[in-house]
């Protein structure tokens, strides 16, 4: 029993020493907002760097640096990837929106027809986006699957995220 009280002692030794690297890549990467998560993130990869550990491979403290480095870009870039895969599923209706006029309208309608997007594609953005049907509304109405609107809608949804941050960076 001492023994393993020896070893969690050890251990949060270690994990003292190393936060502050913990904290510092938190900073440099403005991770402010997951903070806790992390923190957490980088304490179990010094545990897992703390375990894994093997002498003849070098110092520790290069070691666990880069280890928890690794490890916390490996989060980041899976979050990332899940958000430039994912679509929201029910996108704001315009047509309830209160301050749309019929100028407006006119403008979106005008904007859509020379955009870039597929027939499907622009269909889907006037019905499902702009008028405010839902899927299975759209998929009866033109005899599709809702599995075939559902990829009108993400593929619409992609190409004008693309062209809005196109916009932005000008």
Request: aromatic content about 12%.
């Amino acid at each position: 029993m001492d023994n393993q009280m020896d070893r969690e002692l050890e251990f949060e030794s270690c994990c003292e020493q190393f936060m502050p690297m913990v904290y510092s890549l938190i900073k440099k990467w403005h991770l402010g907002r997951e903070r806790e998560e992390f923190e957490q993130i980088g304490r179990i990869a010094i545990y897992e760097a703390w375990i894994n550990y093997d002498a003849s491979v070098g110092e520790f403290s290069s070691y666990v640096a880069g280890y928890v480095r690794g490890r916390m870009k490996d989060v980041i870039k899976r979050q990332d990837r899940w958000g430039t895969r994912h679509v929201f599923t029910e996108p704001v209706k315009l047509a309830e929106h209160p301050d749309l006029t019929a100028e407006d309208r006119f403008l979106m309608e005008d904007w859509l027809e020379h955009s870039k997007l597929t027939s499907q594609e622009k269909m889907w953005v006037m019905e499902g986006l702009i008028d405010g049907y839902k899927l299975q509304e759209i998929a009866v109405r033109y005899g599709r699957s809702v599995t075939t609107i559902k990829t009108w809608r993400q593929s619409a949804l992609q190409k004008l995220r693309t062209k809005l941050s196109y916009i932005v960076r000008e």
